[in-house]
T-cell receptor, first 115, second 113 residues
Framework: GENVEQHPSTLSVQEGDSAVIKCTYS??????FPWYKQELGKRPQLIID?????GEKKDQRIAVTLNKTAKHFSLHITETQPEDSAVYFC??????????????FGKGTRLHILP | GAGVSQTPSNKVTEKGKYVELRCDPI?????LYWYRQSLGQGPEFLIY????????DSGLPNDRFFAVRPEGSVSTLKIQRTERGDSAVYLC???????????FGPGTRLTVL
């Protein structure tokens, strides 16, 4: 079955700097890659997602890149702010536009934004 | 509109007891998922419903775990003969089948003493 590896497990960056989280997946059939942010004691919330037919997607300070050949995808957060501190999960799924499927999550990256 | 809701928010039980955890998905969402999240880990897939039927139950750890969704809306996750290793936050999510985005509930924190 699908396996998603995520690193680093912990990341500390100075406020205003960029943060990068990297993931790899094992199942070449995976075609949907969401990223979730989870604050302490809260539910996971989708922050950005990408499908396999594109290589990059950007939403304000957040961008995700996908390399299907290498089965790598990454989250980039620029101009980090204190409210970016949270645990971030990458995930992979075999989903089509009209059919959802289970999501396999990485183990998470705890991001600390230092003042 | 209302998001995904789960009850109870916390459940403490003794080893060997039976528990039921409930999930109310977003109205109209056809797909419903159960995940389990242990401390410091990512959500782990358990089971997924498309309508009333279980489309994929490959993540259920053993036959003590069972889930139903009899009317295609509310779902109940049932755990028999609970063990201390079952302690975790049980998350429910739903999706509309149109965008792939899964919306999560607040979770039920299960503690087995």
């Amino acid at each position: 079955g699908e396996n998603v590896e995520q690193h680093p497990s912990t990341l500390s960056v100075q406020e205003g700097d960029s943060a990068v989280i990297k993931c790899t997946y094992s199942d070449s059939a995976s075609n949907y890659f969401p990223w979730y942010k989870q604050e302490l004691g809260k539910r996971p919330q989708l922050i950005i997602d990408i499908r396999s037919n594109v290589g990059e997607k950007k939403d304000q300070r957040i961008a995700v890149t996908l390399n299907k050949t290498a089965k790598h995808f990454s989250l980039h957060i620029t101009e980090t702010q204190p409210e970016d501190s949270a645990v971030y999960f990458c995930a992979a799924s075999i989903s089509s536009v009209n059919r959802d499927d289970k999501i396999i999550f990485g183990k998470g990256t705890r991001l600390h934004i230092l003042p | 509109g209302a998001g995904v809701s789960q009850t109870p928010s916390n459940k403490v039980t003794e080893k060997g007891k039976y528990v039921e955890l409930r999930c109310d998905p977003i109205s109209g969402h056809t797909a419903l998922y159960w995940y389990r999240q242990s401390l410091g880990q990512g959500p782990e897939f358990l089971i997924y419903f498309q309508g009333t039927g279980a489309a994929d139950d490959s993540g259920l750890p053993n036959d003590r775990f069972f889930a139903v969704r009899p009317e295609g809306s509310v779902s109940t996750l049932k755990i028999q003969r609970t063990e201390r290793g079952d302690s975790a936050v049980y998350l429910c999510a739903s999706s509309s089948g149109q965008s792939n985005e899964q919306f999560f509930g607040p979770g039920t924190r299960l503690t087995v003493l």
